[in-house]
């Protein structure tokens, strides 16, 4: 079945550090891939997202793009802040389906 | 802005107990989910509807049983509670065929 695999945290970085989180899927067909964020005490929410290959999602500062050679979608941001902090999570949805299904999560601290 | 939220943060049972789970959006959304969140497995989904009185189960229903009356509510119900169904809930609701899902603030269940 479909499936996503995400870099094991935590990772720990000083302010202004460069960040990657790596995400590979899983996937029959073409589905659309997404990164959603959770600050401390709160839900989850969409932080960027892209629907075909070679698309390149971009949010507050972060990055991802579609490839679908390596069937990968890291997530990146050239200078981290503390606000930063949070678990970071990949997801795909299959095209035609109306679930999403995530990866483990990968918490990132961030310090000054 | 959307809201979808869920009626209690936190919650002790004890093993045999029903307990109710509610979740309320107030942006006509179509499709409702409830996830589980556990460290290192992610975020996985339990169950899902796609209008009224409609339902379909996830990846893991064992146990859980869902309700949904009204377009805006969706509750997740333990018939039994166990102490391996200690975790945190999450509630989310979308668009039909839409990419993006928003999320409840979660609530946290413990089974004693």
């Known amino acids: 079945g479909d499936s996503v695999t995400q870099m094991e945290g935590p990772v720990t970085l000083s302010e202004e550090a460069f960040l990657t989180i790596n995400c590979t899927y899983t996937a029959t067909g073409y589905p659309s891939l997404f990164w959603y964020v959770q600050y401390p005490g709160e839900g989850l929410q969409l932080l960027l997202k892209?629907?075909?290959?070679?698309d390149k999602g971009s949010n507050k500062g972060f990055e991802a793009t579609y490839r679908k050679e390596t069937t990968s979608f890291h997530l990146e941001k050239g200078s981290v802040q503390v606000s930063d902090s949070a678990v970071y999570f990949c997801a795909l949805k299959a095209r035609g389906y109306n679930k999403l299904i995530f990866g483990a999560g990968t918490r990132l601290a961030v310090h000054p | 802005d959307v809201k979808v939220t869920q009626s209690s943060r936190y919650l002790v049972k004890r093993t045999g107990e029903k307990v109710f789970l509610e979740c309320v959006q107030d942006?006509?959304?179509?499709?409702m989910f409830w996830y589980r969140q556990d460290p290192g497995l992610g975020l996985r989904l339990i169950y899902f509807?796609?209008?009224?009185?409609?339902?379909e189960k996830g990846d893991i229903p064992e146990g859980y049983s869902v309700s949904r009356e009204k377009k805006e509510r969706f509750s997740l119900i333990l018939e039994s509670a166990s102490t391996n169904q200690t975790s945190m809930y999450l509630c989310?609701?979308?668009?039909?065929?839409?990419?993006?899902?928003?999320f409840g603030e979660g609530s946290r269940l413990t089974v004693l």
């Open positions: 942006m006509d959304h179509e499709n």
């Open positions: 989310a609701s979308g668009i039909q065929g839409a990419e993006e899902l928003f």
């Open positions: 509807s796609y209008d009224v009185k409609m339902k």
């Open positions: 892209a629907t075909k290959a070679d």
